[in-house]
């Protein structure tokens, strides 16, 4: 069942079409975020584990490896190896069979996960602010507040779950887990872009013109939207809502799955 719509009043045609557009984006995002695990653990792991710190330097980076900038490199390579550490753990957070079957998992990896979200916002500030690592003033706002809004939404789905809340933590944890996706989000939305158009059309090396702050803020902003769509949908009794939403869910998974399919091919498998 899709983990977003394991609580839905899942009644009627519209209903079930909600579900099912739902289990599809999840179903490709899964595949996408598991190819960024990948991706992470065989290009920085093997690199990090090996001592060859210089090489991740190997493919496109702002700053990544700097000689003689100790902290620098070792918040990054802290940064970059819990990258896949958090999405693992959020990945396995909206998986309802393991809510049910082991809830104790559930707890100590919901805990880590959002401990972690936590850790990557501030290593991420870190870099963007202290060490400076950004390519424009518009695309380190973008991020920055991507950072500001996993700190918001983490703390509320920590504090509604201690308070036993748990409608409200599962919508927290929701959007939790889109923020924490922005990054990832922001590659695919990039990916996809250059899939459709068959190059970067409007895209700047700087990231600053239009194209890339419809791209950055909407990382996270649109599947932020998406998801609250999702939401009303649930709720309403109505079934054009639903369709409505179901149709936007599916048109957001085709996109995903172009954009996944980019990442793999063009960002990640070249430097494998
Ligand atoms: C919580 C989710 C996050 C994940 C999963 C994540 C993941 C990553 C990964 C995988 C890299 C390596 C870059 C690459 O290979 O392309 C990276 C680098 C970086 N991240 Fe994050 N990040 C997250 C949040 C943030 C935030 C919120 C910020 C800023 C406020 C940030 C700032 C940076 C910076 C500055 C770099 C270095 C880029 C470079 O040197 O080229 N990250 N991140």
Redesign the pocket.
């Known amino acids: 069942m899709s983990p977003i719509a394991s609580s839905s009043p899942s009644r009627g045609p519209a209903a079930k079409a909600l579900l099912w557009a739902g289990l599809l984006w999840f179903l490709i995002a899964a595949v996408g975020q598991t190819a960024?695990i990948g991706?992470?653990v065989a290009?920085?792991g093997v690199r990090t584990a090996t001592g060859n710190f210089a090489g991740w330097n190997d493919?496109?980076?702002?700053?990544?490896y700097i000689a003689g900038d100790d902290t620098g490199n070792i918040v990054?390579a802290a940064?970059?190896l819990?990258?896949?550490v958090?999405?693992l753990g959020g990945l396995m957070q909206l998986i309802p069979a393991i809510r049910r079957r082991w809830p104790g998992l559930h707890r100590w990896t919901g805990r880590t996960f959002l401990v972690?979200?936590i850790v990557?916002?501030l290593?991420?500030?870190w870099?963007?602010?202290v060490?400076g690592?950004?390519l424009s003033t518009i695309s380190n706002v973008a991020?920055?507040i991507?950072?500001v809004l996993?700190l918001i939404f983490a703390g509320l789905a920590w504090r509604h779950a201690v308070a036993r809340r748990f409608e409200q933590h599962r919508k927290w944890a929701m959007r939790t887990f889109m923020?924490?996706?922005?990054?990832?989000f922001l590659?695919v939305g990039l990916m996809g872009w250059i899939v459709l158009n068959r190059g970067p059309a409007g895209l700047t090396a700087d990231m600053s013109g239009l194209v890339d702050s419809v791209m950055t803020f909407g990382s996270y902003l649109i599947p932020l939207a998406v998801l609250e769509l999702y939401f009303v949908a649930q709720r309403s009794s109505g079934a054009l809502l639903k369709i409505l939403a179901a149709v936007v869910v599916v048109a957001a998974a085709a996109y995903t799955a172009l954009g996944v399919f980019g990442t793999a091919a063009f960002?990640w498998a070249p430097y494998l």
């Open positions: 960024f991706f992470i290009y920085y493919k496109p980076l702002i700053d990544g990054f940064h970059v819990l990258a896949a958090v999405t972690l979200a990557m916002a290593s991420g500030v870099l963007a602010l060490r690592t950004y991020i920055l991507n950072a996993i923020v924490v996706s922005g990054v990832w590659r960002m």
